[in-house]
T-cell receptor
Framework: DVKVTQSSRYLVKRTGEKVFLECVQD?????MFWYRQDPGLGLRLIYF???????EKGDIPEGYSVSREKKERFSLILESASTNQTSMYLC???????????FGDGTRLSIL | GDSVTQMEGPVTLSEEAFLTINCTYT??????LFWYVQYPGEGLQLLLK?????DKGSNKGFEATYRKETTSFHLEKGSVQVSDSAVYFC????????????FGGGTRLMVKP
């Protein structure tokens, strides 16, 4: 069965800290995505990657960066966390064919 | 750009009631359309999809028909159960953008026994 694993369910950090959110998939998928989920706004795409070492900006990349050193792992980085980055973060992956995205269970991040 | 609009929730129904959650979209061309469901404490799961006009997606008693003329993809279920309580997201796959999705704001459904 498809499995997308996010390293933390809940995370609390302080303003100005550098924060890493990790995502691993076991399906050999080429495409991986990071979204944030906020009430009433649905999911908004932050960054995505079509292959190892490749990354593309999504709709709201400001304040974030990503890393894809291995095919199965896609990391989201908050360079200097701010309170407006408090949110639920969801990782997803899919193969390069016309297939649906598979989601992890999410990381609820609070920035104090 | 592409956008998806869903009815705001929460939607509160009694068990066995009929459910409709409205979804309309704005996009160029003919995007594929999806409904995802998020149960409490979990990530999103694909519920159903439709890839062309007049297609009907169905799963677990839920249905949605791709209506090009009204740019809609409303989700329906004839008889909801308490276990259907979740947040439902309508989404479209952007044309010529690989597997990128645009999501609606989500609609929370609460079903009471």
């Amino acid at each position: 069965d498809v499995k997308v694993t996010q390293s933390s369910r809940y995370l609390v950090k302080r303003t100005g800290e550098k924060v890493f959110l990790e995502c691993v998939q076991d399906m050999d998928h080429e495409n991986m995505f990071w979204y944030r989920q906020d009430p009433g706004l649905g999911l908004r795409l932050i960054y995505f990657s079509y292959d190892v070492k490749m990354k593309e900006k999504g709709d709201i990349p400001e304040g974030y960066s990503v890393s894809r050193e291995k095919k199965e792992r896609f990391s989201l980085i908050l360079e200097s966390a701010s309170t407006n980055q408090t949110s639920m973060y969801l990782c997803a992956s899919t193969s390069s064919s016309n297939q649906p995205q598979h989601f992890g269970d999410g990381t609820r991040l609070s920035i104090l | 750009g592409d956008s998806v609009t869903q009815m705001e929730g929460p939607v509160t129904l009694s068990e066995e009631a009929f459910l409709t959650i409205n979804c309309t979209y704005t996009a160029t061309g003919y995007p594929s359309l999806f409904w995802y469901v998020q149960y409490p404490g979990e990530g999103l799961q694909l519920l159903l999809k439709a890839t062309k006009a007049d297609d009907k997606g169905s799963n677990k008693g839920f249905e949605a028909t791709y209506r090009k003329e009204t740019t809609s993809f409303h989700l329906e279920k004839g008889s909801v159960q308490v276990s259907d309580s979740a947040v439902y997201f309508c989404a479209l796959r952007r044309n010529n953008a690989g597997n990128m999705l645009t999501f609606g704001g989500g609609t929370r459904l609460m079903v009471k026994p």
